[in-house]
């Protein structure tokens, strides 16, 4: 006889909104700033271009924190 056990999807589910926020926040903030400076030093166009360089650029940086933290919780060392 096969054990049955109830797994709740609200964690996954909590996670995964909680890790979606994390992307939308960074590439905001990378969006913001990045537009900023674009405008300094080259006007609208290089804003556009900075924007969305330091947006993707800051998913990137997040999604290497995460893996990082992922790989210190999977090895017991929180």
Do not use: E, K, N
């Amino acid at each position: 006889m096969a054990a049955s056990h109830t797994h709740s999807a609200t964690g996954p589910l909590l996670t995964r909104a909680v890790v979606a926020l994390l992307y939308m926040a960074f590439a905001g903030v990378g969006l913001v700033y990045g537009y900023r400076f674009g405008i300094q030093i080259g006007g609208v166009l290089m804003g556009v271009v900075t924007a969305t360089t330091c947006a993707l650029f800051s998913t990137i940086l997040v999604s290497g924190v995460l893996d990082q933290v992922g790989r210190w919780r999977r090895s017991g060392q929180t």
